[in-house]
């Protein structure tokens, strides 16, 4: 049988980023389980996500079902048979049910008693006509907050803007919330622009081409490669946290690391206060010298390419800059209380 390779993605307005990995992987299980059901034999499986996509790309899916051959097994020959000889209704209808007739019946014994059995032959249907039942898969996912928007009926976890469903080069034809499926996807929001996908294998490359980077492993290993840089290069040493490494993972599409500076008079906090501000509400990573203290700088990932990064640091700066002024003001307010003890 002859392959071709499938293609589903879902565009959407940003995802909340501690939902991406896990629909991504809903997705993708989603597929595979359907496929596996449809007895439709696949090759590998890759899955994407950006905030603004999920994706799943499978290889080598046969163009046909695998056709079906099987015994069926049906009532006692004491029963499927009258005094006469005859056919009896629980023979005649359980051979109906098969799709079969009363000619294609022939008896087996098991353990000591003779069952009615029939052999079928189910022709395995095209896998192009059974694909649009893909969208039952993409309005079937669950997550942990749902919204609906315009005058959709549909619960999902953020609005649908774009469907992408191809089977090698032919478009599988649904509609999903008003939105047609096509091979349009859409690049990065600011850098990039749409893209054509005119082949499955291409959908990657296609995006990367429009600022987008689709493999959530390959972004995030960029994240790190460029913090190891940062480390080389100034001699610091940036802890990363990986709750905080797959955040920021899931709220970029074309990731830029990048630093900046604060006062070094909010050092005189305690460590722990400065890099919960820093990590909690701005999505920091702290910066420390080679023993272990931390220095007056943060590292950060811009959604975008290296233009600009000065004015991008200078803005970081600023909204820093504020956070820790709240931190330092409760904390000195916090100092003004004594403690009981019970």
């Given at each position: ?35 596996t059901e449809k007895a439709i034999e696949f090759g590998t499986v890759e899955a994407f996500s950006t905030p603004r996509r999920l994706a799943v790309l499978v290889k080598d899916v ?177 802890p990363v946290d990986e709750d905080l490494l797959e955040e920021v993972n899931n709220l970029v599409e074309y990731p830029t690391v990048l630093f900046g500076h604060f006062e070094e ?78």
């Amino acid at each position: 049988m002859s392959k071709r390779d499938l293609l589903l993605e879902i565009g959407l307005e940003e995802l909340p980023a501690r939902f991406v990995t896990a629909s991504m992987k809903q997705l993708s299980d989603k597929v595979q389980q359907w496929l596996t059901e449809k007895a439709i034999e696949f090759g590998t499986v890759e899955a994407f996500s950006t905030p603004r996509r999920l994706a799943v790309l499978v290889k080598d899916v046969e163009e046909s079902q695998k056709d079906i051959e099987e015994e069926a097994k049906g009532p006692a020959k004491k029963i499927a048979l009258d005094s006469e000889g005859n056919w009896s209704k629980a023979a005649l209808g359980f051979v109906r049910g098969q799709g079969m007739t009363s000619e294609d019946i022939y008896f087996k014994e098991l353990k000591g008693v003779e069952y009615v059995h029939v052999n079928k032959f189910i022709k395995g249907q095209q896998t192009v006509q059974l694909l649009t039942e893909l969208a039952e898969i993409i309005s079937g996912m669950t997550f942990p907050k749902n919204m609906r928007w315009a005058n959709q009926e549909l619960r999902f976890v953020r609005p649908i803007k774009w469907l992408i469903a191809l089977f090698g080069n032919e478009i599988v034809p649904f509609s999903i919330a008003d939105v047609e499926t096509g091979r349009e996807t859409k690049g990065h929001r600011f850098l990039g622009d749409s893209a054509i996908i005119e082949q499955p294998e291409r959908y990657e490359d296609a995006l990367k081409e429009q600022y987008v980077m689709a493999d959530p492993e390959k972004r995030r290993q960029v994240i790190l490669d460029q913090i190891k840089e940062l480390e080389q290069e100034k001699g610091w040493i940036i802890p990363v946290d990986e709750d905080l490494l797959e955040e920021v993972n899931n709220l970029v599409e074309y990731p830029t690391v990048l630093f900046g500076h604060f006062e070094e008079e909010f050092l005189e906090l305690p460590a722990e206060v400065l890099i919960t501000s820093m990590k909690e509400h701005q999505r920091y990573f702290p910066v420390k010298d080679q023993d272990g203290n931390l220095l007056a700088y943060f590292v950060t990932v811009r959604n975008g390419d290296d233009r600009h990064l000065d004015k991008v640091s200078k803005g970081n700066e600023k909204v820093l800059r504020a956070r820790l002024s709240d931190a330092a003001f409760f904390y000195k307010e916090d100092q003004k209380k004594r403690f009981r003890m019970l």
